[in-house]
T-cell receptor, first 109, second 116 residues
Framework: QQPVQSPQAVILREGEDAVINCSSS?????VHWYRQKHGEAPVFLMI?????EQKGHEKISASFNEKKQQSSLYLTASQLSYSGTYFC??????????FGTGTQLKVEL | KAGVTQTPRYLIKTRGQQVTLSCSPI?????VSWYQQTPGQGLQFLFE???????NKGNFPGRFSGRQFSNSRSEMNVSTLELGDSALYLC???????????????FGEGSRLTVL
């Protein structure tokens, strides 16, 4: 079953912050975040394992709440280069990585 | 280091035909996954191969099949094409893939299939 992402789309002004949420009705073992720019292949951002681990990558960080079966991606001080579609992928303990339908993020000047 | 290569990049078929897509993973990567991408549906998992064995399969009809060769190259085949099969088919390879957690996926640019 696909994870559910929210919001479906968001428009930001450069410098603003954003949060993208990813939730699942099934128990999560790992959460994977990817970003796809228009016309390009998805690119890996980070993996979080169950245990409530929070990871960071420059101004992009994420958390994983095992109890709530959800993960959140935090984008701080957004830049134009952050524009794209963000996908969360989830596993339930095996190697099958199921992605959500994506969140379109657009950063404007 | 060469990335994931998918061929062909674009193809047009008619309903009822079949198609074979090819994927060459990054050298040394033994895990290859296939995804179907359509607007509104995101990335739908098709199957994953590791060392020539299919380890996981998504919820697609039997018309969708795949295989992996000893050099880790992979092919997927769609028989009896339907209009709804029009999509971007993405292949991804990974080097670190335990039995419980997929490693970082490196995606190819995809094969865009149009079914008329």
């Amino acid at each position: 079953q696909q994870p559910v992402q929210s919001p479906q789309a968001v428009i930001l002004r450069e410098g603003e912050d954003a949060v993208i949420n990813c939730s699942s009705s099934k128990a999560l073992y790992s959460v994977h975040w990817y970003r796809q720019k228009h016309g390009e292949a998805p690119v890996f951002l980070m993996i979080l394992l169950k245990g409530g681990e929070q990871k960071g990558h420059e101004k992009i960080s994420a958390s994983f709440n095992e109890k709530k079966q959800q993960s959140s991606l935090y984008l701080t001080a957004s830049q134009l280069s952050y524009s794209g579609t963000y996908f969360c992928g989830a596993t339930g303990g095996g190697n099958k990585l199921t992605f959500g339908t994506g969140t379109q993020l657009k950063v404007e000047l | 280091k060469a990335g994931v290569t998918q061929t062909p990049r674009y193809l047009i078929k008619t309903r009822g035909q079949q198609v074979t897509l090819s994927c060459s993973p990054i050298s040394g990567h033994r895990s290859v996954s296939w995804y179907q991408q359509t607007p509104g549906q995101g990335l739908q998992f098709l199957f994953e191969y590791f060392s020539e064995t299919q380890r996981n399969k998504g919820n697609f009809p039997g018309r969708f099949s795949g295989r992996q060769f000893s050099n880790s190259r992979s092919e997927m085949n769609v028989s009896t094409l339907e209009l709804g099969d029009s999509a971007l088919y993405l292949c991804a390879s990974s080097s670190l893939s335990t039995s419980t957690v997929p490693g970082e996926l490196f995606f190819g640019e995809g094969s865009r299939l149009t079914v008329l």
